[in-house]
């Protein structure tokens, strides 16, 4: 809910009129907003707008400042002595080591979720003759047995345990 004092309640609505009917009314869905989205919500210089394209660095900050002041950080400066070797900026080391960092969580994880699905996964071998096996039983006509058939190779593990019967 928005809420102002008194004071500033008026001094707003006689500015804005039409912000009237958000003030002091409930915010619908807030609590399974606040679910969503708690606190992890960028804010500040890390909150981009939604028309910005994602996985791009913001460079308007340097632009805009090159704009406002006539010099372009890009130029360097006149004094003292110079080097020759090039260092990535700040923000590309951070970008880097944030990169590193997230990059590097989600290759162990998938590699810990391969290994795990592997461990889990069993083969699915069946013997090779158990189809033979199933012909060999009295009493069924070929198209039970084909069915039956069917129906243990779409389930191995029922299929071993069905060769397994004595």
Same mark, same amino acid.
């Given at each position: 809910m928005i809420t102002l004092d008194a004071e500033h309640y008026n001094n707003h609505i006689q500015d804005h009129k039409a912000d009237a009917e958000f003030f002091s009314k409930p915010l619908l869905h807030y609590r399974q907003m606040e679910t969503i989205f708690g606190?992890?919500?960028?804010?500040?210089?890390?909150?981009?707008?939604?028309?910005? +394209?994602l996985g791009r660095d913001d460079n308007d900050a340097d632009s805009q400042e090159a704009e406002d002041t006539g010099y372009d950080a890009s130029e360097g400066t006149t004094q003292g002595a110079t080097s020759s070797a090039s260092r990535p900026s700040k923000r590309a080391k951070l970008a880097e080591i944030e990169e590193e960092g997230l990059i590097g969580a989600v290759k162990s994880v998938g590699k810990y979720l391969a290994n795990a699905i592997q461990m889990v996964a069993h083969p699915d071998d069946l013997p090779p003759d158990l189809f033979p096996m199933?012909?060999?039983? +009295?009493?069924?006509?070929?198209?039970?047995?084909?069915?039956?058939f069917h129906y243990l190779v779409a389930n191995p593990s029922i299929g071993r345990a069905f060769y397994a019967l004595p």
């Open positions: 606190n992890s919500m960028a804010t500040g210089n890390f909150a981009k707008d939604s028309s910005a +394209p199933l012909q060999s039983m +009295p009493g069924f006509n070929s198209a039970h047995i084909s069915y039956y």
